[in-house]
């Protein structure tokens, strides 16, 4: 059941006046998605078990593995292994679960007397996977990215086992997998999650990956991967796919509570939670926002912020790839902890709400450098320190942090991970928006004496040391580095939108245009009069973001987002500055031309932004702004760039809020 959260009506002057600070309100964004009849989720959902449990649990390596769904088929004749997978099986001996019983398959039980509620028994619902390409798209690229290994036989059929399983044990519901992909389609869907996804969440060692020893988390990468292929009915399979996977991890955490305290419910919940956000399906979006704090109070039940001190470190006799695979396991946990870290801190930009974790709750080191995680072999990686036998070392946030502030800082030029520069920044944002939520705080002065003005200022100028010259980057740099390089510059745009007082808790209820649409629009009419240079401000910054999507662009997960804040809130501007006669002549001063480092001296977009000045705000198409047409052109422009991610399914969603605003007219205009 869905909860409406409305304002209350008639607010009073003070309300409106002060701060549109609901942040429940404008958290409810399920309006950005609208469900059509071919929401491919067309069955019931289960309840997710996010029960604690008192024992707190230890951190396991344990996976599910090929040959432990393999072991299940002994009772269902439906799923008879091959001798190739009864061979497969038994080659490997281990436990995944160190001795746990899973439950078999059994025959079909009663549903039991329904008396005394007289109701009939629920009708069979039969589930059908979709297809991933048509027929006519039998055959599967051959070029690959990366040498994986592949897909077995065996392998497919414990997939298939896997997503099966809660299946059995339900009397109410059937699963029809006639339609599972090849294996061949499966492999190539693992290599595009390598090419594509893993570069922004880098949490699966690439060199050593096997699709069959962890099936959890191979499903999970299939379907991420399946939202970069050129296959027909791709979002749909991706969908439904992720809601089984769903059920197969509420499945195993009800059969025994100890699997939510293990690295492939972490690494599959997180991915899951990242694809739910950009997929477009209602159902999923609802899904990744409310499991968002079971997954990190999981994460915190196992320690997996604060293991540093508990990993064992090989001894100095210890062989090479002893070494190199110890490393592998540490630098993996210390990974998914901090991207674990920077999906919930994500979430303060993506949707304007709170995140639940601080930076004190991250006591462990950054992650290590790539070139040590990319490593193809143990002689690869340790040729990359030949002067030491020790595990790589690495810092930790809160020194680094510190070291920002207290007059010591280091050059940023010297911080050569681009990771942590990314942490860096996501962290600061996470602190401009705790002051944006502090200010609406009535007891905020009472408790706490700050100047925010002084702490926001002081956060915004170290957050610009991090902006990158992206046209005089030299060609050395590889794609994936520049889209990381990028994606940074953009969080620095980002960040001062949310630095401009209330202008994000005011976006989301203006775009709602309910019944609050004409106390939003005076609001927003208050918010640009009181301070026309941060208006200019964050018209300079929401341009940048336009341009650099459309020089640089990419098929990043989260930059549907990044497109619809931007475009959303220069549209604003564009209404809030002082009108222009678009057919007067006069300097025209494009705001998106890239290169334009805010922190580098006097130029004319700063001059523009401190004193506003008689130069024309344009962009690359846009003539003139801060009139109508030039309103109408951004709009446009925004729903193009959106409608170029074919990815993720959230930016067709997000085109049609752009194309429904630009239909709206226009409450107040003003003219100089």
């Not at 499966?186 to 880098?202: N, R």
């Not at 000045?613 to 193009?640: E, H, Y």
């Amino acid at each position: 059941m869905e909860l409406d959260l409305e304002m209350p009506t008639g607010p009073t002057q003070d309300l409106l006046f002060t701060g549109f600070d609901n942040l429940d309100f404008n958290s409810n964004l399920d309006w950005l998605l609208e469900t059509t009849s071919s929401e491919n989720l067309q069955w019931e959902s289960s309840l997710f078990d996010a029960r604690g449990f008192p024992d707190g649990g230890t951190f396991q390596h344990h996976n599910l593995s090929a040959a432990q769904m393999i072991s299940l088929s002994c009772t269902d004749h439906s799923y008879e292994p091959t001798n190739a997978g009864k061979k497969d099986a038994a080659s490997r001996s281990e436990d995944p679960f160190g001795g746990l019983l899973i439950p078999q398959p059994q025959a079909t039980r009663s549903y039991g007397d329904p008396w005394p509620l007289e109701t009939p028994r629920p009708p069979q619902r039969h589930i059908t996977l979709p297809a991933l390409g048509t027929t006519a798209q039998s055959t599967v690229p051959t070029d690959r990215y990366y040498h994986l290994k592949p897909t077995s036989d065996e392998t497919c059929y414990a997939l298939q086992r896997c997503i099966h399983l809660p299946f059995d044990h339900n009397v109410l519901q059937s699963l029809n997998l006639e339609y599972f992909p090849s294996k061949e389609k499966l492999d190539h869907c693992i290599d595009l999650y390598f090419a594509h996804f893993s570069p922004t969440l880098a949490i699966i060692h690439l060199p050593t990956f096997d699709p069959a020893e962890d099936l959890v988390v191979t499903l999970a990468v299939t379907c991420i991967g399946a939202c970069y292929t050129e296959f027909d009915g791709a979002q749909a399979f991706s969908t439904t796919l992720s809601d089984l996977i769903r059920r197969l991890l509420v499945f195993m955490a009800e059969h025994d509570h100890r699997f939510v305290r293990t690295r492939s419910y972490l690494t599959t919940r997180l991915l899951q939670g990242v694809h739910g956000y950009c997929s477009g399906s209602p159902r999923l979006f609802e899904l990744s926002e409310s499991c968002r704090s079971g997954l990190l109070h999981h994460a915190k039940c196992m320690g997996i912020f604060s293991l540093e001190s508990s990993q064992a470190t090989p001894s100095v006799t210890s062989s090479l790839d002893e070494r190199w695979r110890s490393y592998i396991r540490q630098e993996t946990i210390r990974r998914l902890g901090w991207a674990i870290y920077k999906y919930d801190t994500s979430v303060a930009y993506l949707h304007n709400n709170r995140p639940f974790l601080s930076c004190g709750d991250m006591k462990l080191k950054l992650p290590g450098s790539d070139d040590h995680w990319q490593a193809e072999t143990a002689e690869a990686w340790a040729s990359l320190h030949p002067w030491s036998r020790n595990m790589p070392s690495t810092v930790q946030l809160r020194p680094l942090l510190k070291s920002l502030f207290d007059g010591t800082a280091i050059s940023f030029e010297k911080i050569q991970e681009e990771d942590h520069l990314s942490i860096i920044i996501l962290t600061l944002l996470r602190k401009l928006w705790t002051l944006k939520e502090n200010r609406s705080d009535p007891t905020i002065d009472i408790t706490i004496q700050s100047n925010y003005e002084h702490e926001r200022l002081a956060l915004l100028q170290t957050i610009d040391q991090m902006i990158a010259p992206i046209p005089n980057i030299p060609d050395t740099h590889t794609r994936p580095e520049m889209e990381r390089l990028v994606h940074r510059t953009q969080l620095v745009h980002v960040a001062h939108l949310y630095g401009a007082g209330d202008l994000m808790n005011l976006i989301f209820p203006y775009l709602r245009d309910d019944t609050e649409a004409e106390q939003i629009s005076i609001r927003m009419e208050q918010w640009a009069k009181e301070d026309t240079k941060r208006t200019r401000e964050v018209a300079f910054h929401s341009s940048q973001l336009i341009g650099l999507v459309r020089r640089y662009p990419s098929q990043m997960p989260l930059q549907s987002f990044i497109i619809f804040h931007a475009g959303v809130v220069l549209a604003c501007m564009s209404t809030l500055l002082p009108q222009i006669d678009a057919t007067l002549r006069g300097p025209s001063l494009q705001l998106d031309e890239l290169g334009v480092i805010p922190t580098s001296g006097p130029s004319r977009h700063m001059d523009w932004i401190d004193t506003g000045g008689s130069d024309k705000p344009s962009l690359f198409g846009i003539p003139s702004l801060c009139c109508p047409k030039g309103r109408q052109q951004v709009l446009n422009q925004t729903a193009s760039l959106l409608n170029r991610q074919k990815s993720w399914g959230m930016a067709h969603s997000l085109a049609k809020v752009i194309t429904s605003l630009s239909t709206r007219p226009v409450a107040k205009k003003r003219k100089t």
